[in-house]
C-alpha cells in the first residue's frame, strides 16, 4: 500500500485528502508543520511527500530544501499562487511535481500516481535480457536501478524528475531535443507547457552532472532550439 505524508496546517484539506487517498487505496500519515514531517519521516517513511508552501514555522521551500539534504523521495509542493515563480523555485530546490490551490483531490491523485511511477519503475528485462548501463563522460547510468554513478563509483542523487530527464538526453545522445520533448519524456502525463519549468530542471541536472575543472560540458544549449547531449554513449 502506498504511503503519501501530506504536510499542511489547515485541519479541513487534511481531513478531506485522508478521506480521498485512503479510498483510493493508499496509507496516509498528516503532519501540521515542518518538526512533524521530519518526526514521521524517521519511523517507516513516506513515498510520496504532499508539502505546502505556507507553514507556520518554516516555509515549504525551506523543508524541502532540508529535505534534498537527507533524503531523495518524491516531494508534490503545494503552492496557493498560481505564480510561475513559486514554481520555478519549487523545481530548483528539487521538488518533483507541484499543484496550485484551491486543488483538485482527482488531480493531485494523478500527480502522486506518476511521481511513484518515475521513483519505483526501472526498464524491465526481457527474459535473459540484462538491462544495461550507460555510460557517458565518466558517469554511468543503471537503468534498472535508477542509479547514477561517478567513475570512482560514488553515487550521484538524483531526484525522480532528474533520473528522468538524464534518461531522456541519454538514450537520445548527440541530438537536439526541443523544450515540449523533453517534458513529454520527462514529465509523462503531468506535462506542463512552461518553457523556463524545464529549463530550471536541465540547470540543476547540470549543476550534479559536471566538474567545471574537468569536463567537457556535457549537457549544451541550443540556441531556439532547445539542449542535446554532447557526450558518446556506449552500452554496458
Known amino acids: 500500500?502506498?504511503?503519501?505524508?501530506?504536510?499542511?496546517?489547515?485541519?479541513?484539506?487534511?481531513?478531506?485528502?485522508?478521506?480521498?487517498?485512503?479510498?483510493?487505496?493508499?496509507r496516509v500519515s498528516v503532519a501540521c508543520d515542518g518538526a512533524d514531517m521530519f518526526a514521521a519521516l524517521d519511523g517507516p517513511g513516506a513515498d510520496v511527500i504532499v508539502l505546502d508552501v505556507m507553514l507556520p514555522d518554516e516555509n515549504g521551500f525551506d523543508l524541502c530544501r532540508r529535505l534534498r539534504m537527507v533524503s531523495q523521495r518524491p516531494v508534490i509542493m503545494l503552492t496557493a499562487v498560481s505564480d510561475h515563480t513559486d514554481r520555478v523555485v519549487g523545481l530548483e530546490l528539487g521538488a518533483d511535481d507541484y499543484i496550485t490551490k484551491p486543488l483538485n483531490a482527482r488531480e493531485l491523485l494523478a500527480r502522486i500516481k506518476t511521481?511513484?511511477?518515475r521513483?519505483?519503475?526501472g526498464v524491465a528485462p526481457r527474459p535473459g535480457e540484462i538491462?544495461?548501463?550507460?555510460?557517458f563522460g565518466r558517469l554511468r547510468l543503471d537503468i534498472a536501478r535508477r542509479e547514477l554513478r561517478s567513475e570512482n563509483n560514488?553515487?550521484?542523487?538524483?531526484?525522480?524528475?532528474?533520473?528522468?530527464?538524464?534518461?531522456?538526453?541519454?538514450?537520445q545522445p548527440q541530438r537536439v531535443l526541443t523544450r515540449d520533448t523533453l517534458m513529454d519524456l520527462a514529465r509523462g502525463e503531468s506535462h506542463d507547457a512552461i518553457d523556463r519549468s524545464i529549463d530550471v530542471q536541465v540547470s540543476r541536472l547540470r549543476r550534479k552532472l559536471e566538474d567545471p575543472f574537468r569536463s567537457p560540458e556535457l549537457i549544451r544549449t541550443v540556441c531556439n532550439s532547445g539542449y542535446i547531449l554532447t557526450a558518446q554513449v556506449t552500452r554496458s
Open 154 to 171: 560514488m553515487l550521484v542523487p538524483l531526484s525522480a524528475r532528474e533520473f528522468d530527464l538524464l534518461l531522456a538526453f541519454v538514450e
Open 131 to 135: 538491462c544495461p548501463v550507460l555510460c
Open 119 to 121: 521513483s519505483r519503475t
Open 1 to 26: 500500500m502506498p504511503h503519501v505524508l501530506i504536510v499542511d496546517d489547515d485541519e479541513d484539506i487534511l481531513a478531506l485528502l485522508t478521506r480521498f487517498l485512503q479510498n483510493h487505496g493508499y
Open 115 to 117: 511521481v511513484l511511477r
